[in-house]
């Protein structure tokens, strides 16, 4: 504790005699400071005893007095020490008088205490204080060391709620919590995910203050991590603001946290490349290998189904702002999975490739589900039109095992593909079957072709010499049954079987031929998409 007004009129060597303001003397003492201006106020920063001798007063003035006092109190000064036997036998009872109507503690200092010994006295006691303070902070420091040695991060905040008297909750990257002490603060760590949202995009290392007089309690938000983002955040939830002792507890914890985010970034780096390896295995149809590659780290993804995931940057042309945080979307992709992933205690395989991102994820698990949610999030942005110019095209291939692991790959390509055409942003092979292939068939290069292996029959129709391009698609229609064709077109089955012959002769082609009949039925609804 700082040294009080108390504190002082207790010191048996300073002989100080309390002569008003009796029920104030708890108030800290900053400093204790001598001056005989009229008006010190401008020299005053606030916590002073301030030490005079009336020198320059008129201390019998009950007007001057009260305005000399009014004023001290004013810019903040917790006591005034008035020293008798110098100018003044005894206090002048107008400063007596000033000093109890402001409440401001009025001390009396006898002629044999020096201001000097007060000053040497306040200052020992805020030296004092200091070491205390500075003692703890290292007892902390190596409890905390301790704690997080031991326990890791779940033990290090339960040694800091306990330093500070409060609670604290560590987020991860994307803002999810992922530990608090004690258990019962996870309630109110939850209700602080849009501060540190807000505290993530400014440049590590950043904090605020959530609450405060009022409020539940006071919050401090603190992010770790060296990089240009935060890698994770902090919480510290207390009471009260944050005494010097307690705040060395937290810059530690700090410390030790941005450590452990920066030795799990390297160990991330290492898995990353295991994985690279893993997935090169899989995709070579070496499956044993990748097994004993992966090892506990991989190990029980490879032993049920999985999907293999593929995403890539798109282009959108809605909205000012690039996607994703700091304009990378599979940066946000991969912290989504990472983090549901991580809190949902399973094992995941992210391998970024240049502008694409493989993940091997459980099937029905969390890091697949935030894939979904992603491409449902980016999908919503899109119809209220504050979509992203860069966003990221998801496919997803159907469940498989590790044997199958190159045909997944194949699948979640198709997949993306078929998103891409589509304008979609998530696709999952399944989808594939279900859906129809004349979506398909609005590719430009299909259109080409289909418009150029109808071009003759079209410019033969144009001349008004027959209907050859709707009794083409009739008879195909009907599989090429004459009567039903023809009286679908309302003529004659022979004039339907010399349309069919003009058609062979002005493309060149046999309509006998399955193939051929096939081309010509695509390129139909080829154009007839247009």
């Not at 807000?198 to 609450?211: D, H, I, K, T, W």
């Amino acid at each position: 504790m700082p040294p009080t007004l108390a504190s002082l009129v207790h010191h048996s060597a300073l002989k100080l005699t309390v002569r008003a303001g009796e029920d104030r003397l708890d108030v800290p003492v900053r400093w204790a400071h001598v001056s005989e201006l009229a008006d010190p106020v401008p020299y005053m920063e606030g916590g002073e005893l301030l030490l005079i001798t009336a020198l320059k007063l008129d201390a019998e003035d009950p007007e001057a007095m009260r305005r000399y006092v009014k004023r001290l109190v004013g810019a903040g000064v917790v006591g005034l020490g008035f020293a008798v036997g110098v100018n003044y036998e005894d206090i002048p009872q107008a400063l007596v008088d000033a000093a109890a109507h402001e409440g401001l503690p009025l001390l009396e200092v006898p002629r044999r205490t020096p201001f000097l010994a007060i000053s040497k006295a306040v200052s020992a006691a805020i030296a004092a204080d200091q070491y205390r303070a500075v003692t703890a902070g290292f007892a902390a420091q190596r409890e905390l060391t301790k704690q997080a040695l031991a326990d890791g991060p779940e033990g290090l905040l339960s040694a800091l709620a306990s330093q500070v008297d409060g609670w604290a909750a560590l987020y991860d990257a994307s803002g999810a919590v992922v530990a608090t002490a004690p258990e019962w603060a996870g309630r109110r760590a939850a209700r602080l995910t849009a501060d540190v949202e807000r505290l993530r995009e400014r440049p590590a290392p950043a904090s605020s203050v959530v609450g405060g007089p009022g409020n539940e309690d006071r919050v401090e938000l603190h992010s770790l991590g060296t990089g240009r983002r935060p890698r994770a955040a902090l919480a510290v939830g207390t009471a009260a603001a944050l005494g010097t002792a307690e705040r060395y507890a937290v810059h530690s914890a700090i410390a030790l946290l941005t450590l452990t985010t920066e030795r799990s970034r390297s160990l991330h780096a290492a898995e990353q490349r295991i994985g690279v390896a893993v997935l090169r295995m899989l995709l070579a149809g070496e499956p044993d290998h990748a097994r004993a590659v992966a090892g506990d780290l991989y190990g029980a993804l490879l032993d049920a189904p999985f999907r293999l995931v593929i995403a890539e940057t798109g282009t959108a042309v809605r909205g000012p702002e690039a996607g994703g945080a700091d304009g990378d979307p599979l940066g946000t992709l991969t912290e989504a999975v990472e983090s549901a992933a991580a809190r949902a205690g399973e094992a995941v395989l992210v391998v970024p490739e240049g502008e694409r991102l493989v993940v091997l994820a459980a099937d029905g698990g969390a890091a697949v589900g935030a894939c979904a949610d992603y491409g449902a999030a980016v999908e919503a942005a899109r119809s209220s039109d504050q979509g992203q110019d860069e966003e990221v095209v998801v496919g997803v291939s159907a469940p498989v095992g590790p044997v199958a692991a190159a045909a997944a790959y194949k699948q979640a390509e198709q997949a993306l593909s078929v998103a891409r055409r589509r304008g979609r942003v998530y696709v999952e092979h399944e989808q594939l079957a279900a859906g129809s292939v004349v979506p398909l068939l609005a590719d430009d290069a299909v259109k080409a072709f289909a418009d150029g292996l109808l071009r003759p029959l079209y410019e033969h129709d144009a001349t008004g010499r027959g209907d050859l391009v709707a009794s083409l698609r009739a008879w195909l229609s009907r599989h090429g049954q004459w009567d039903a064709a023809a009286a679908d077109l309302g003529v004659h089955r022979h004039t339907l079987r010399y349309r069919m012959r003009r058609v062979e002769e002005i493309l060149g082609r046999s309509l006998d031929d399955p193939d051929v009949r096939m081309e010509l039925w695509l390129a139909l609804k080829a154009t007839a998409a247009e």
